[in-house]
């Protein structure tokens, strides 16, 4: 398994500016992910984030949008952009050990005003 | 594109009484399914997979679940609940490789 955590675990952001998420492991992991639930709604998956390549959004999910970094094996963040109402979720971190199980970290409620 | 179906929405039960939440997908190739729960407050853990093999798969604090392929099914069973399962119940699927595509989950109540 692993142990994940997030930063900050919850916001309130005004419309129109930027959040940065981050994501930190405890160990190496080659795998990590970024999810979406929005309220009401099921997990979506947004990108998969490449330690030292660009990462692989899923459609719907643009780079201007939900730009992602992965300098390294333990470490990823994620920004929401130019942030509007609709933005508000639950922004999920998930890493992949190795087993094709993946471990999801606590989360970062952002609500936009 | 694969999907994951979860008919029930809410479910309450009461202590004791069998549980079965039903998750169906849409994939025809090979694919491994899971269920995660979410306790209130918590984070989302993994209750069980199937990947090959025995498709009645058993997972953490009681729970079973079983593949069946002719019905594109992975229905989540326990035989007697506890207030204590009190959570939000996810199927999901992946097609071999790490990409997870959740069903809309079940919120599971149980009353004492």
């Known amino acids: 398994s692993a142990v994940i955590s997030q930063k900050p675990s919850r916001d309130i952001c005004q419309r129109g500016t930027s959040l940065t998420i981050q994501c930190q492991v405890d160990s190496q992991v080659t795998m990590m992910f970024w999810y979406r639930q929005q309220p009401g709604q099921s997990l979506t998956l947004i990108a998969t984030?490449?330690?030292?390549?660009?990462?692989?959004?899923e459609s719907g999910f643009v780079i201007d949008k939900f730009p992602i970094s992965r300098p390294n094996l333990t470490f990823s963040t994620l920004t929401v952009s130019n942030m509007s109402p609709e933005d508000s979720s639950i922004y999920l971190c998930?890493?992949?050990?190795?087993?094709?199980?993946?471990?999801f970290g606590p989360g970062t409620r952002l609500t936009v005003l | 594109a694969q999907s994951v179906s979860q008919h029930n929405h809410h479910v309450i039960l009461s202590e004791a009484a069998s549980l079965e939440l039903g998750c169906n997908y849409s994939y025809g190739g090979t694919v491994n399914l899971f269920w995660y729960v979410q306790y209130p407050g918590q984070h989302l853990q993994l209750l069980l997979k199937y990947f090959s093999g025995d498709p009645l798969v058993k997972g953490i604090k009681g729970f079973e679940a079983e593949f069946i392929k002719s019905k594109f099914s992975f229905n989540l069973r326990k035989p007697s609940v506890q207030w204590s399962d009190t959570a939000e119940y996810f199927c999901?699927?992946?097609?071999?490789?790490?990409?997870?595509?959740f069903g809309t989950g079940t919120q599971l109540k149980v009353e004492l």
């Open positions: 984030a490449n330690q030292g390549s660009e990462a692989t959004y």
């Open positions: 998930s890493v992949e050990t190795g087993t094709n199980e993946q471990f």
């Open positions: 999901a699927l992946s097609r071999g490789g790490n990409k997870l595509t």
